[in-house]
């Protein structure tokens, strides 16, 4: 596998938090305003990107970025023969359960360069956030020893309550984990996401996913 590849995730133990549907608001973007030619692996069972992807090819639409459904096993081989087609890679992981522990997750994190973590700005979220910036400790150490770059940032998604907001963004602020700026409300736009389409061809999208967008570039070119 190159080592110019960037391998990204949108991940969170957290279900439900937005990692599918970020990732291709992500995806398409990038491959859109940046024509960059992007991967998403899909790895969890739900199928979310896969399905909305092979709906929209079926609808007649043409997808900007290619998906492959893949077993978490099979990704590594997978990346290792065809990962020099793209410029980025997004792996989606599935959340952690208590059948498939968190090795599953810890593996598929250990070969990305580049991490964001949403985290609904509650309380509750924030807690099983805790465990799971802990992990990614672990995967950044494990990637630092072999010299291989890694960083993660988190973000919150779904902000639609200031005051717990910025509990939980002082919480992150205090423990130096990096809160991204941006504009990501609880928000209809954001309910329907596509991978044919870039969101940031609308107004609304303009204005809510750009912050996000443009940070996230920062970031991954500095992976
Ligand atoms: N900013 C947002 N505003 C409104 N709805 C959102 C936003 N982000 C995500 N959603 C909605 O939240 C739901 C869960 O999102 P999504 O499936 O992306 O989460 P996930 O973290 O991938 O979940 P899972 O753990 O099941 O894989 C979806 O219905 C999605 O449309
Ligand atoms: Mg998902």
Redesign the pocket.
Known sequence: MSRSLIIAS?A?S???????????FLAAALAKEKSKKVLIVDT?E?R?ITDIWEGEKASGFNPLVTVEDLPPRKVLNYLQKYGSDYDIVFI?I??VTAKNGDEVAAMLLSYCNTVFV?VIGTQVDLLSTIDFLKLLEQVKTDRIELELPFSYSTFI???NRRSENDMVKGYLKSQNVTAMENN??????????SLSSSILDTKDGQRRFKPFFTEACKQLKNK
């Open positions: 949108i969170n957290k279900g439900g938090c937005g990692k599918s549907t970020m990732t291709m969890d739900q979310t989606d599935p959340r949403p998604n779904r902000m990501l409300q609880d928000l209809k736009i954001f309910t329907i996401p």
